[in-house]
Antibody, heavy 121, light 108 residues
Framework: EVQLLESGGGLAQPGGSLRLSCAAS????????MSWVRQAPGKGLEWVST????????YYADSVKGRFTISRDTSNNTLYLQMNSLRAEDTAVYFC??????????????WGQGTLVTVSS | SYVLTQPPSVSVAPGQTATITCGGN??????VHWYQQKPGQAPVLVVY???NRPAGIPERFSGSDSGNTATLTVSRVEAGDEADYYC???????????FGGGTKLTVL
């Protein structure tokens, strides 16, 4: 059974940093692209970032490009999102998600339960 | 950037058919995916590549895609289908995923 468990959320000040982690199990982590998707309180889903299976390809939403960095560690089956220069509008639940197939454009067939990030002074 | 437009809400009586649309420029040439999200839960993929269902998704969920509109159809609606539904497309011109704004399905 695929399991994705996010951690690292919490309260951060504007301009501060947080690093989110997503521990993956139940599948061969090194052979699937992964993504982060967020959802602000009461709002819809917003794609944040995607990383290819090898980590060589990364993609970012315009709203986070230059501030967030996605990475992965296949030795411990973990996906990361380093978030710098945080803004109030980054407040959201952050989900990690696994591609259904290892193809660019393949949707997400497994999601974690999310971790809440609150940016406030 | 590519934009996907969904109606904010759709209401339907139990047993009837719900139709949720997702508008986008020439979306018929794209692969469209649909997610169901219930309050406090993570999204669940219910239709992928326009009209395919993942394992475990009831046949009551179906999808189609043509012209400038993609459609998610939920037949014989049940109370448990009440949720937010999101369409999604990979915009290859920008290498960005795009989500629609979401549609709240209310079962009367």
């Amino acid at each position: 059974e695929v399991q994705l468990l996010e951690s690292g959320g919490g309260l951060a000040q504007p301009g501060g940093s947080l690093r989110l982690s997503c521990a993956a199990s139940g599948f061969t982590f090194s052979t699937y692209g992964m993504s982060w998707v967020r959802q602000a309180p009461g709002k819809g889903l917003e794609w944040v970032s995607t990383i290819g299976d090898s980590g060589g390809s990364t993609y970012y939403a315009d709203s986070v490009k230059g501030r967030f960095t996605i990475s992965r560690d296949t030795s411990n089956n973990t996906l990361y999102l380093q978030m710098n220069s945080l803004r109030a509008e980054d407040t959201a639940v952050y989900f990690c998600a696994k591609r259904r197939q290892n193809i660019v454009g393949s949707p997400y067939d497994s999601w974690g339960q999310g971790t809440l990030v609150t940016v406030s002074s | 950037s590519y934009v996907l437009t969904q109606p904010p809400s759709v209401s339907v009586a139990p047993g009837q058919t719900a139709t949720i649309t997702c508008g986008g420029n020439n979306i018929g040439s794209e692969s469209v995916h649909w997610y169901q999200q219930k309050p406090g839960q993570a999204p669940v993929l219910v239709v992928y590549d326009d009209s395919n269902r993942p394992a475990g998704i009831p046949e009551r969920f179906s999808g189609s895609d043509s012209g400038n509109t993609a459609t998610l159809t939920v037949s014989r609606v049940e109370a448990g289908d009440e949720a937010d539904y999101y369409c999604q497309v990979w915009d290859s011109s920008s290498d960005h995923w795009v989500f629609g704004g979401g549609t709240k399905l209310t079962v009367l």
